[in-house]
Each structure stands twice: as structure tokens, then as C-alpha cells.
């Protein structure tokens, strides 16, 4: 029986090594994997010794050759395959274990070189798995150091006098079945796709936003109790590289989190995130039903929560600053599922334990740039876009009313225009003092978007600023938010009725910009 062993990680790799040598096992490996097996006391072939050829171009080529190939292809139900191989003088391969360059870590590294990236391609790895993972009904492939111990404790239960049988009829299955050999080929093949998406996404850079062929990458973090509802299967997935943002939160306190706790979690800091001052949200079923910007956090969080207290209850809360211990303090009698921020003060961090059913959530950054690409799966297929990351300059808005808006209408309007990106498409934000108060979404038409935004206002939309996500088809959205008290309006134009909607503008004196910029959030 002969097992070869070529890994860049090392973790469990002696142990596992030593119960394939107990068991008779003989060892085949390549340098550093040699080095590594021989310090630890086992006895190793190298590969060149089993090739007959040594490694060259500085270890670019070692495993690439017939006898290891022939030896991983061969299949045992096959006497022309067993009989060519004892004419060439070659043997049967029956375990590979195999993990590869770190290419995913090496392009992490600041300042990394394109020669130090290729230099990363593991060629000789991949083929090894693949072949084995081919074969897998006479050929056991491991690619995952946390098999090794489940896969030795079957060796071990798996009589020698067994091994040997197996041997002779179709080759060793050390202890598994063919299913769990089956299930093992498929996580190789998978973990070798994964690691050629990251590579072809590395060279593809930004030249090309949507290649003729697409392989997305992604690593399972962790399994979830159930997914949006009871009767549903979740998991988290990561993306690969890691990308930061809210798949990668640390939990700090608190019960395990839930899908819809994660889609709300990460709805709620992107919004703070596209805030440079302190800002706070609270979200209720993916949409901000509170936001507000303030100097002090506490005061942000007050003023985020009075914008729809009704709404607030059971949902997310987000903060863009490390939590306060004010700030903590001020939350204590609402009920909230999650808590996400970057940091939390000592205080802070002690206040919200003590609230056992609150998940509080530490997260670094979302790495999102201009130009990346936002996937979402529909029946068949997958629509891809770019990330709606376009940075906003009120600077080039234009104003198109006969009123221009005051200082503080801007400051409010650029507020609410930032507040409208992140709710669902029809969206209407209401704002006054940078605080959110009121919002209609998800509504068929834009006028009943209004409708809702000015009834969660109530006497706080005198005075208020309107942001709408898309332009006002017609004038009758503008002239119900302007009897309902709104003074300013943002917008993004391009109507073949934007005439009739400044006239009505000009009509109730609201103060109106163009940004001729949309952004739809289905």
C-alpha cells in the first residue's frame, strides 16, 4: 500500500501520517512534506526516488510524471491497466493527501508582486488531486486536514488481514466506504475549483467586469439553525479572499445568530458605513425605520430610535463609532435581536451582557471598491452587477426650482439621498436635522411611497426634506409631500414630465436638486 503526501499545511499531518505507517502504509512525499515527516520520526520515500528523476526548476516540477500519474490513474478492475504498469515497472498509488499553495494568503499581502503570485500556483497539487479524486472508487483523496482524524480512527478499527484482501480485489479503501470515498472526490474537485476561481479572479483584475465565464468562490464559515424560515436549511458562506464586512463579525455576546439576524445585521451597516460622521440605524426588515447623525453617538442613537419607535422594537441596531458607554446605556430598555459596531467601550460591552437574548456583534471593515461585483441568483441563473458604491458629491447636483435650497436644506438633503439608497425601491426618505423621520418603501407606485413616509412623520414632516430614490413620474408625489409640509426635494430627474414636477415645485415653493443619479434598490 503506498500513500503520497505533499501539503503545504501541516496541521494533524504527523499523526495521521504515523497511523498510515502502523497500518503498513509506506510513505511517498515531496520536500517540505519529507522534511517535515522525517523530523517527526517516520521513515519517507521521496518522490524523485519513486520517479527516478529529481525535482527541477526549483521544485516547479516533482510530482508531474508517468509513475506517479500512472501509479494515481490505474484502475484495479482493469487487467490491462494493473498489467501495463508491471511492465513498466511502476505501482499503484492508493492514498493521496494533498493541500496546496497558498495563493489565497499570498495575494492577501500588502505590496505582493505578480511573480510572487505566480510563484503561488500550485500545478503539480492540483493534478494530484484531481487524478485521485478521478479514480476515487480504487483511490482515497484527502484534501482537508480535519478528515485525517476520523479517516485514521477507520484505519485503525480496519483489520490487516481486511486491508491486505482489499489490496489484491480492488485496492485499499482503509476502512470507507465507497459513498464516503465518493463524498471525499467531490470536496477535492470542489476544493481545487475554488482555489482556480481565486487564481482566474486575480488575473483577471479589473479588465474584465463580466467575463464570457464566471466561477464564484466562496468557504462556509458556519451552519445556521434554519435559513429564512423554519422549514429552510442556512449556512453562512464567506468570500474568498475574505472581503471583511459582516460575514466576518466577531460575536461578543449572546445566542447564535439567525439568517434573517444576518441579513438584517448586514443591511444595517451598510447603511452607517456610508456615513463618514456618527451615525446610527436601526433596521426592521432590511430597511432603516431609524437613522440619525450626531457628534454624540448616544444622542445619534436617541434621535435614530424616536424617528419610528413602533419599528424599533425587535430589530437591528447599527453604529459606525465604537459604542459608547452612554450610548449602551440609552438602549437598555428597547428590545433589540443584534448589535453591530466596530468597537465597544469596556463599560459599553458590560451594559449590553447582561441583556441575555442581544447578539453584539464586532466588525471591521466590508471591503467593497468601486467596480466589484454583486451577484443575485434568480430562477435559472444569476444576475450580476456592479456594486452600487459610486461616491456622492452634492457638489454636482443642480438645482432646478426657482427656490434654492438653504444651507441647512442641503446638509439634510444629502442625508436623505445617502438614507434612500440603502431602502427598498419605490423609496421615499423623509429627513429634518439629519434624522430620519419617516420612509415608505417597497410600494408599486411612488406615490403611496409618499403616503406612508409623510403618515410615520406626522407633525414632523413640516420642515422636512424628501429624498426619492428614482424620479417623480408625475407631479402628484411632489404636490402630496409638499401639502404634508416637505420644503426641499431631491431627486434624480430625467422624467419627460420633470417640467410639470418643477412647476408644481415652484407652485408650493419647494426647493428641488437633480442628481441624475439613481439608485434602485430592488
Known amino acids: 500500500m503506498k500513500a503520497i503526501l505533499s501539503v503545504y499545511e501541516k496541521t494533524g499531518l504527523a499523526d495521521f501520517a504515523r497511523a498510515l505507517h502502523q497500518a503498513g502504509v509506506e510513505l511517498i512525499s515531496t ?5 517535515a515527516l522525517g523530523e517527526a520520526g517516520l521513515l519517507v520515500r521521496q518522490v524523485s526516488d519513486l520517479t527516478g528523476f529529481p525535482e527541477i526548476l526549483g521544485g516547479r516540477v516533482k510530482s508531474l510524471h508517468p509513475a506517479i500519474h500512472g501509479g494515481i490513474l490505474a484502475r484495479r478492475d482493469r487487467p490491462q491497466h494493473m498489467e501495463e504498469l508491471k511492465r513498466l515497472g511502476l505501482a499503484p498509488i492508493d492514498l493521496v493527501v494533498v493541500n496546496l499553495y497558498p495563493f489565497e494568503a499570498t495575494i492577501q499581502k500588502r505590496g505582493v508582486t505578480l511573480d510572487e503570485a505566480l510563484e503561488n500556483i500550485d500545478i503539480g497539487g492540483p493534478a494530484m488531486v484531481r487524478a485521485a479524486a478521478k479514480n476515487f472508487p480504487f483511490v482515497t483523496v484527502l484534501v482537508d486536514p480535519s478528515d485525517y482524524g476520523w479517516v485514521a480512527e477507520r484505519l ?20 470507507l466506504t465507497l459513498e464516503e470515498r465518493r463524498l471525499l472526490a467531490a470536496k477535492a474537485f470542489q476544493h481545487v475549483a475554488l482555489y482556480d476561481a481565486i487564481v482566474a479572479r486575480y ?3 479589473e479588465q474584465a467586469d463580466f467575463p464570457s465565464e464566471l466561477t464564484v468562490g466562496y468557504r462556509k464559515l458556519y451552519d445556521l439553525r434554519y435559513g429564512e424560515n423554519p422549514h429552510q436549511k442556512g449556512a453562512l458562506y464567506g468570500a474568498t479572499p475574505p472581503a471583511g464586512g459582516l460575514a466576518l463579525a466577531r460575536q461578543l455576546h449572546g445566542k447564535e445568530l439567525s439568517f434573517n439576524n444576518i441579513l438584517d445585521a448586514d443591511a444595517a451597516w451598510r447603511v452607517v458605513e456610508d456615513f463618514s460622521e456618527p451615525t446610527v440605524a436601526v433596521i426592521k426588515h432590511n430597511n432603516p425605520c431609524g437613522l440619525a447623525c450626531h457628534p454624540d453617538l448616544a444622542e445619534a442613537y436617541r434621535r435614530a430610535y424616536e424617528g419610528d419607535p413602533v419599528s424599533a422594537y425587535g430589530g437591528i441596531v447599527a453604529f459606525n463609532r465604537p459604542v459608547t458607554a452612554q450610548a449602551a446605556e440609552a438602549m437598555r430598555k428597547v428590545f433589540y435581536e443584534v448589535v453591530v459596531a466596530p468597537g465597544y467601550e469596556n463599560e459599553a460591552l458590560e451594559t449590553l451582557r447582561r441583556r441575555k437574548d442581544l447578539r453584539v456583534l464586532e466588525i471591521g471593515d466590508t471591503l467593497i471598491e468601486e467596480g466589484s461585483l454583486d451577484l443575485r441568483q434568480v430562477s435559472g441563473g444569476l444576475l450580476v452587477q456592479t456594486s452600487d458604491v459610486l461616491p456622492e458629491d452634492a457638489a454636482t447636483w443642480k438645482a432646478v426650482t426657482e427656490r434654492q435650497p438653504t444651507p441647512e436644506e442641503m446638509a439634510d ?8 439608497k440603502h431602502v427598498r425601491s419605490n423609496a421615499i426618505v423623509l429627513a429634518q436635522d439629519r434624522v430620519l423621520v419617516g420612509m415608505g418603501t417597497g410600494q408599486p407606485n411612488r406615490v403611496t411611497s409618499v403616503h406612508l413616509a409623510l403618515r410615520v412623520a406626522g407633525e414632523r414632516s413640516k420642515g422636512s426634506v424628501l429624498a426619492s430614490d428614482a424620479f417623480f413620474p408625475f407631479a402628484d408625489g411632489l404636490e402630496m409631500a409638499a401639502q404634508g409640509g416637505v420644503t426641499a426635494v431631491v431627486q434624480p430627474g430625467g422624467s419627460i414630465r420633470d417640467p410639470e414636477v418643477i412647476a408644481a415645485a415652484n407652485r408650493y415653493k419647494v426647493a428641488m436638486v437633480f442628481t441624475s443619479v439613481r439608485h434602485f434598490r430592488h
Open 203 to 205: 488575473l483577471r483584475g
Open 156 to 175: 485503525k478499527s480496519t483489520s490487516p488481514l481486511t486491508l491486505r484482501q482489499a489490496q489484491d480485489e480492488r485496492g485499499p479503501d482503509f476502512g
Open 31 to 35: 520536500g517540505g512534506t519529507a522534511r
Open 413 to 420: 438633503l444629502s442625508f436623505a439621498w445617502k438614507a434612500a
